[in-house]
């Protein structure tokens, strides 16, 4: 598998020693990356190689060859080159340009500027200067250039936030520290002086190991670990500046480690194409060989009467008569087909470059296609793998709606719809949008909540792990918790700010009153405790502890004497119902001998040797009880726009829907959830398993379950994480657990890392009958986008990777709905009417020659001149497909988005398939028959023209020619569903042409010298009347066949198709579609009993908690190690060293 080809040998990489600040010993590569197929020098051979690869083209390639051999082609030596050149020429610009658009993505990320130490002072350079060595310095919110050793940093023991999401898609922020022996090291003249070496593992894949050491001159030497290591893609957030000095550059850095060598996509249109070409090569191979037979046949009945002709009957080669009629039969493979779709695509390609309805006005960003190849698979996707960060969410937390003491708050929200109109607003950066004025009055009213709304407002301010920096008269809060930080500002919004931190006390502002509470303990959040609490003394002297955290949680360990419990719980339903983030308040009072006598519990757990943080963790569930309850919070992981109705509408289009995300399971459950990707009454089953039988027998227990419900849509969720999937996808399960997968509706993978993405995808791409789809926005997507059939990249954000690994950039996931239903289903319906078009006029016009044969003895005689053969298909019936492959519409694109169901007659294949490519080729068949017979029989007894002239074959073959260009040309119009001037251009046009051309073709010689025997061959047709008897009679009885059907087909057994057409032409809004065919297939009722305990029944209601666990420091190290005057003064003396960095 390619995914896993990428990755050979990484594992075993060399130790690499890296000299700090001596760059002329750090022979490594440079920071430039490319994602480019060809360079100026690699273009031409690479190019070539590719096209040849091609069967169809090899096959032109060996026919023009033959066609140099003197005495063996009856066509001429050019027929075939000609168009061969022609073609290889369209398909070139095609490449050249695909290529250059990548060369120009790859030079916005290589032409970034980033801050270097060069000679003794900062450099501004760009990103493709950075070389392994330098120590470069970075500010908030810049992206990483490279992969870096943190050195040191702006902020208390040299620690610093960097977000991951375009690695890992978790939302939260990262904690790295700088070692100690470097992290007073900050000044130009200390970095300048630094000296020693860095000795590491060598490149490789894994974002979460590093192994290195520090040598320093005069120190011993120290280890290094992934906690002081910053990768290329993470961006630097809440840290003013850091230094770093690069360990690993360009390719060798760790996300480029991880992109997927990119694969050759081809169609699967295409490869049923090549199946097709291949058989009619082994027809050609059959006609090759009966017409030798009856050449021999005939020769052996007649040769002793045909010595006029010097014919020698043994003379007969087999190879060389092979050779011949295959040269005579080679364009009933259409070359012309080759270069028709080439410029097809390339258009089709450009209407969705072009396209306003997919322009991100916000950025000024288009859709861009950066591969043609694909554009008919956009409509058949039947799997959807999307990320969840960036892709489906904004990554912005905003505080909606709360509860306090059994009443609701922030019922209001006149901003929540989202329509065409805002849709392209400017992001919301705020992260609060609560909105309800009634909690202040009742606040200031002396409601009878009024201590409960207190309480809770002072928990949000006070209970929380968020730093405040002052930025002039504004505070700005930075945290490593999106949902900390909206919860801390809804409170500041409300009255309740949040103004100072020390390590032992934390400073508010309630409503214009100063208050300090001393913080004694933090009991830390993690994914079991799924809380986090917090003791602390009150300006009144109160020992109290303040909790938040899942109601699951937090509802146990409620006292009895706890009020508004019931009518907290329905407004949870309620929020959870709207798809938002819930937290539950809570606080217990404590004596001073019930603390004493937990502390010491706690002091003895925390310096425990064994099980320390198993002991710690139950130490602090011995406090945690007898809670009071205050309320809940509901906080929005804000969607992008129209996401929900987006995936509904795909969903219609019967595109199954799978969330990959490196995010926890509860995050993404209550993502799939807000998106509209799982309802609440759908049941959940939970792969979370640590090992190969646990995860064997809950697979296997599933599957029983469902029973004959097993390989059928089911109103199922599953959620699985990364360290299950490392089994189920062993080869001793991956079947069953497949067929649990595909049998549910919606599918939640998460803490994937990049690699397993691309694995899931693979899997479902072999082993599924279906084409898939990726879309994500970082770096971590990029495995994943490059191994489904089609990859879509988010731009228009900060990071650019996803995109230019992609087959097709587009700046909102909502675009997806335009790109599949209308680009996919019309790219698909022109791209197979255009292919089954070109095989027809091929089969129609060439079989002929066959036809011949078995009237001149099969002696590889051609019934046409030899160029009007090779201007065929170059120009007498090459507008037909193009019209076909770019303005064909199946119907509008207001029906396509109606009726996303309409996607489904792509999705099955029905419009081209193995069966339809043979009815059409046996439908020229028959035609040929008809074009050759009919009029051989109208000129059998031969006939004299005026001045006593008599005719000949060719005079037979204009016949035929012109009854042939004349009837394709209208195939073509009955083929054609949406009629415009381009299409009677087309067709008519064709048809002029042709007849213009033979009247100025047949009085070329002898001013031109070619086709002497073409001379007044218009002059002798033209005024014959059999011929414009046959010019309306053979025509309408080919094409009568095909009216006849079409007519019976719509009237008897009409298609879900043709009724939104006729809806369309009758141009009635109202138009009654109730006997439509229902053409998705309906999630059958779930009747089934699950009895094992992976199964989840309840509504989901997903808690807001997203900090990062077993960082490089403990929550409350980090909080112990803040102080905010200190913080002051440390930006005061460090002014002069910002303001060193050039602008």
Known sequence: MGWQRSFTGLETARVRVIYINDPLRNPFCLNWISTAKYSLWSFLPRYLYLQFSKAANAFFLFITILQQIPDVSPTGKYTTLLPLVVILTVSGIKEIIEDYRRHMADRLINTKSTIV????????????????????????????????????????????????????????????????????????????????????????????????????????????????????????RNTQWIVGIVIYAGFDTKFMQNSVKSPLKRSKVEKVTNVQILVLFMMLLV???????????????????????????????????????????????????????????????LFINWDEDMHYKVNDVYAMARTSNLNEELG???YLFSDKTGTLTCNIMTFKKCTIAGIMYGES??????????????????TCEFNDPRLLENLKNGHPTEDYIREFLTLLSVCHTVFPESDGDNIIYQASSPDEAALVKGAKNLGYVFTARTPYSVTIDAMGQKCIFKILNILEFSSNRKRMSIIVRTPMGQLRLYCKGADSVIYQRLSKYSLFVNETLVHLEYFAKEGLRTLCLAYADLTEEEYQWWLNDYKMASVSLQDRIK?????????????LLLGATAIEDRLQARVPETITTLLRANIKIWVLTGDKPETAINIAYSC???????????????????????VNQNCQELRKLLGKENEVALIVDGETLKYALRSEIRRNFLRLAVSCKAVLCCRLSPLQKAEIVDVVKRHVSAITLAIGDGANDVGMIQTAHVGVGISGNEGMQATNNSDYAIAQFSYLEKLLLVHGAWSYFRVTKCILYCFYKNVVLYVIELWFAFVNGFSGQIIFERWCISLYNVIFTSLPPLTLGIFERCCSKESLFKYPELYTICQTGEIFNTKVFWIQCMNALVHSFILFWFPVKMLQHDMVLQHGHTTDYLFLGNFIYTYVVVTVCLKAGLETMSWNKFSHLAIWGSIISWMVFFVVYSYFWPTVP????????????????????????????????????????????????????????????EHDLSKMPERRVKAPSLDVVFENTSVDLSAPRGYSFSQAERSVMTQEELVRSYNTERTKSKKSVNVGFTDDFPE
């Open 676 to 698: 509209k990707l799982i309802s609440g009454h759908m049941p959940r089953i939970h792969l979370n398993t640590n090992s190969f039988e646990a995860t064997k027998q809950v």
């Open 413 to 430: 929200e006149p901003s929540d719809v989202i329509t065409e109109e805002n849709s392209q607003s400017p992001p919301i950066t705020d």
């Open 615 to 627: 002991k710690v963790e139950e130490c602090y569930d011995k406090i945690e009880k007898k809670f």
């Open 1010 to 1069: 070619i086709a002497p025997e073409m001379t007044g061959q218009a002059n002798m047709a033209l005024i014959c009347p059999h011929f414009w008897l046959g010019f309306l009679i053979v025509p309408t009885l080919c094409l009568i066949q095909n009216v006849l059907w079409k007519v019976l087909r719509n009237t008897y057994n009409k298609s879900f198709l043709e009724e939104v057409r006729e809806m369309e032409s009758s141009k009635s809004p």
């Open 287 to 349: 006609m090759a060989l009966i017409s030798f037979v009856g050449g021999v046949i005939w020769n052996q009945s007649y040769g002793a009467n045909i010595w006029y002709l010097n014919n020698d009957v043994s003379a007969h080669s087999f190879a060389l008569d092979i050779l011949v009629f295959i040269i005579l039969y080679h364009n009933l493979i259409p070359i012309s087909l080759l270069v028709t779709l080439e410029i097809v695509k390339l258009i089709q390609a």
């Open 117 to 236: 130490l060069r000679q003794d002072s900062w450099n501004s350079i760009m990103w493709k200067e950075v070389s392994v060595g330098d120590i470069v310095k970075a500010s908030n919110g810049e992206f990483l250039p490279a992969d870096m050793l943190l050195i040191s940093s702006s902020e208390a023991q040299s620690m610093c936030y960097v977000a991951t999401s375009n690695l890992d898609g978790e939302t939260n922020l990262k904690i790295r520290q700088a070692l100690p022996d470097t992290a007073d090291m900050q000044t130009e003249k200390q970095l300048s002086q630094l000296s020693g070496k860095i000795e590491c593992e060598g490149p490789n894949c894994h974002f979460d190991t590093f192994v290195g050491t520090l040598y320093l001159p005069g120190k011993s030497p120290v280890s290094i670990g992934p906690d002081q290591v910053l990768l290329r893609g993470t961006q630097l």
């Open 380 to 382: 058949q996707v039947k």
